[in-house]
């Protein structure tokens, strides 16, 4: 299995390991691109799967992303693994460039900024969001009055302009990436190919003479 461990981390561990590897972002960057690489299918596949998950990763359905790039990958027939290791892109190194972009260029789309409500920061659009919905969960109950202006506002102004201003720098950079991972693949796999071959060829020329010997041995 790509992902299985021996040891399962806790989830203090993984949260921790996915703000900051213990081995560093440069050793878990090479270590992803090792599994990409390694994959079982043609280069034009993983290649496009990894293209969906980047793609994916300038959208705000945090949470949801393996699912939205497994059901990209599975329209467009890339591999399925490849574009959950694509959505890998948007980690904490990338998110502020990211979040940046779209929601700066999906404002400027819908002319968000013009109506003087815009949030003035994406952590104050969600924590506002999650309090409302929190609210109004417990207001189904009985506990105080429900909250959903707070939830109107993030969709409105946060999680519509995210989605839009994310469509076209997503597009662009998983095209990048497209044209960047499939030749990389399939060097990778020619070499492979190439360290089989030869590996193959070693062993018959091993065992060759072991086999002449026995035939010389048969005929007497």
Known sequence: MVFKRRKPLSTVRQVREFIYPSSGWRRAIEYFGHRLKRLPDTPHKIAL???????????????????????????????????????LFGNPLTFPFIAGTALGLGRKIMG????????????????????????????????????????????????????????LPGLATATAMYFLTRPLVAAYQARRRKRLFERAQQRIASAAPARKRLIEEGGR
Do not use: D
């Not at 990209?72 to 694509?86: C, D, K």
């Open 49 to 87: 799967g990894f293209a969906c998950g980047v793609f994916v990763s300038f959208s705000p359905l945090f949470g949801l992303h393996f699912i939205y790039a497994g059901i990209l990958a599975l329209i467009v027939r890339g591999n399925l693994l490849a574009s959950f290791l694509g959505t």
């Open 112 to 167: 968000a900024a013009r109506s003087g409500e815009s949030m003035h920061s994406l952590r104050e659009g969600f924590a506002g969001a999650t309090s409302g919905l929190w609210q109004s969960t417990k207001a189904m109950f009985g506990f105080g009055e429900p909250a959903w202006q707070p939830l109107g506002t993030f969709f409105w102004e946060v999680f519509v302009p995210y989605f839009v201003g994310g469509i």
